[in-house]
């Protein structure tokens, strides 16, 4: 399976937007791009997925850059309770395959 | 909404017992999976299972097995439990489908202590 690299990591203040990134040099042509989060105590859930162009919907937005090898996850205005462990996975068939993510922090 | 349930958010049992994990999907989704998660090593698949009867390892089987009986229902067995099995137990389901589209819907989890 090919594999991602995130920041452990990363802090924003509250009612900003935060860009969370994803290195993924070695994604075949056929990966999709999934993102999910995983809030304390909680199972994960699904945040957003693309292939190739940018994605948009009402939890976040997904860039990708032109040659695939990283996207960006963007939550456009952090509230408290986007903190969570964002997890940035490549999936070319029924499973995935979980990294240890970004653990994101919102300052009030 | 779709709901995963796991019969237990905690569990606490010896070593040697045989320990079974349940997981109800309200769904009818094909698919349905076992992960552990354990800190520094994030979310590792168990096993997963795209239809009744039906069952493939993923990538830490060894110690555990799994029965898919119903559709809605995917259990998890520990045939003799042992310490380093505790860990936090979850449950997904997804559509079966096309390779992309469908998410993983996951339940609460269930951290289970092996004493």
């Known amino acids: 399976d090919a594999k991602t690299t995130q920041p452990n990591s990363m802090e924003s203040n509250e009612e900003e937007p935060v860009h969370l990134p994803c290195n993924h040099s070695t994604i075949s042509g056929t990966d999709y791009i999934h993102w999910y989060r995983q809030l304390p105590s909680q199972g994960p859930e699904y945040v957003i997925h693309g292939l190739t162009s940018n994605v948009n919907n009402r939890m976040a937005s997904l860039a990708i850059a032109e040659d695939r090898k990283s996207s960006t996850l963007i939550l456009h205005r952090a509230t408290l309770r986007d903190a969570a462990v964002y997890y940035c996975?490549?999936?070319?068939?029924?499973?995935?395959?979980f990294g240890t993510g970004t653990r994101l922090t919102i300052i009030p | 909404d779709v709901k995963v349930t796991q019969s237990s958010r905690y569990l606490v049992k010896r070593t040697g017992e045989k320990v079974f994990l349940e997981c109800v999907q309200d769904?009818?989704?094909?698919?349905m999976f076992w992960y552990r998660q354990d800190p520094g090593l994030g979310l590792r698949l168990i096993y997963f299972s795209y239809d009744v009867k039906m069952k493939e390892k993923g990538d830490i089987p060894e110690g555990y097995s799994v029965s898919r009986e119903k559709k809605e229902r995917f259990s998890l067995i520990l045939e003799s439990a042992s310490t380093n099995q505790t860990s936090m137990y979850l449950c997904?389901?997804?559509?079966?489908?096309?390779?992309?589209?469908?998410?993983?819907?996951f339940g609460p989890g269930t951290r289970l202590t092996v004493t």
């Open positions: 997904a389901s997804s559509i079966m489908g096309s390779l992309h589209s469908y998410e993983q819907y």
């Open positions: 769904m009818d989704h094909e698919n």
């Open positions: 996975i490549l999936r070319g068939n029924e499973k995935l395959t």
